[in-house]
Structures are given as structure tokens and as C-alpha cells.
T-cell receptor
């Protein structure tokens, strides 16, 4: 079974600075997808960024980028120029390309942004 | 964000009550999901419906009963719940297929007394 591990329960960052969240996963599959979701206090789960395992290029979305290391099974999220609105829980998630529907989530990292 | 809506947003119920959670998606998706988010535990997948057919039941107790009458609506019927069932219940939807992104609703905060 796939597992997703987020080793940092909480991270703090100064406004306008950069923070990196770590995520590792365990799988024997070669075809899969990785996601970062953000859950603000409103509890709505919002997709931040997604990475296909077959793509070597790291995904980017504005101030959010990932460092995808397939051999190491690592998928970290970098938030650049942090803003107060970035404060939230961030969840890393794995989805098999073959088995289809199931998302497996990590335990989450709380990001605090200091003004 | 109104792509996936959930009602009610908050629910308090006794252990002998029967209630239902409703989810509606306006994104043209054909797969829908129920997740449970408890304190100090990762999100857990409960049920998956694809093309209105249940394709996964992740060892969920029978006191939770899902229903998917069409591709836009998903229900979770609750009866004789336990206090440990108190959690945030999240609905999500996607197009069918492993590469498709799931989009989440705002959740229903459930408290079982």
C-alpha cells in the first residue's frame, strides 16, 4: 500500500520569504500523480499544484513550485514570497495512475506566516 | 468556490438520530468521493463512486451508507453514530481516471453527542 509522510507538523515563515515543505512517499508503481492541497481555516481543500510522475520537469504555479525527486520518492513544495493568505494546512497526496481513484494523504504541515 | 457544495456545513446529532449529508458538484465530473478528516489523523477515503456505481468502500462501518443517485449528487446517510465519528466530512469530485484532479467541497463539520 502507498504511504505518504510529511515530517514537519508545523513551519513558520516571515512574510515575503520562502518556505519549503517536505513530503516523501512509498510506492512500487511507476505511473502515479502527486498533489499539494491547501486547507485554510475555512476547511475548504484547495489544489495548489500537481505533478505527473512521468514528467521530469518540476511543476510550478506562480509562487508555488515543487522539487520532485522520483528516485528518492520525495516531493517538496516551495512557497516563495510568502503572503499572509498562505497560512494554512498543506497536505501532500498520492494517486495511482493505474488503480484510479484513491488519493492517499499525508498528515499535513501547518504553515504560519509572520507579518 | 462553488464547484462542489456541501450541506449542511455544521451538524450536531445524537447517537440515535438519522441524518444525511449532501454533496453536489457543478463541474461535469463523473466520479465522486467521501473523505473523513479527524483530528490528528490523515484524511481517510471512505467511498468512491464512478459513473454512479460504487467502486470502493474503504472498510467503512455500515452505520455510514452512501448514495449516488446521479453523477452530480452524492449523499452520506448516517444512523446510530458514535462519538468517535465526530469529524469533518469532505466530498470531492473528479473526472474518471487516475490522472484526474479531485476538487473538494467545503466539508460538513459533524459532532455526535
Amino acid at each position: 500500500a502507498q504511504t505518504v509522510t510529511q515530517s514537519q507538523p508545523e513551519m513558520s515563515v516571515q512574510e515575503a520569504e520562502t518556505v519549503t515543505l517536505s513530503c516523501t512517499y512509498d510506492t512500487s508503481e511507476s505511473d502515479y500523480y502527486l498533489f499539494w492541497y491547501k486547507q485554510p481555516p475555512s476547511r475548504q481543500m484547495i489544489l495548489v499544484i500537481r505533478q505527473e510522475a512521468y514528467k521530469q520537469q518540476n511543476a510550478t504555479e506562480n509562487r508555488f513550485s515543487v522539487n520532485f525527486q522520483k528516485a528518492a520518492k520525495s516531493f517538496s513544495l516551495k512557497i516563495s514570497d510568502s503572503q499572509l493568505g498562505d497560512a494554512a494546512m498543506y497536505f501532500c497526496a498520492y494517486r495511482s495512475g493505474a488503480a484510479g481513484n484513491k488519493l492517499t494523504f499525508g498528515g499535513g504541515t501547518r504553515v504560519l506566516v509572520k507579518p | 468556490e462553488t464547484g462542489v457544495t456541501q450541506t449542511p456545513r455544521h451538524l450536531v446529532m445524537g447517537m440515535t438520530n438519522k441524518k444525511s449529508l449532501k454533496c453536489e458538484q457543478h463541474l461535469g465530473h463523473n466520479a465522486m468521493y467521501w473523505y473523513k478528516q479527524s483530528a490528528k489523523k490523515p484524511l481517510e477515503l471512505m467511498f468512491v463512486y464512478s459513473l454512479e456505481e460504487r467502486v470502493e468502500n474503504n472498510s467503512v462501518p455500515s452505520r455510514f451508507s452512501p448514495e449516488c443517485p446521479n453523477s452530480s449528487h452524492l449523499f452520506l446517510h448516517l444512523h446510530t453514530l458514535q462519538p468517535e465519528d465526530s469529524a469533518l466530512y469532505l466530498c470531492a469530485s473528479s473526472h474518471q481516471g487516475g490522472r484526474e484532479t479531485q476538487y473538494f467541497g467545503p466539508g460538513t463539520r459533524l459532532l455526535v453527542l
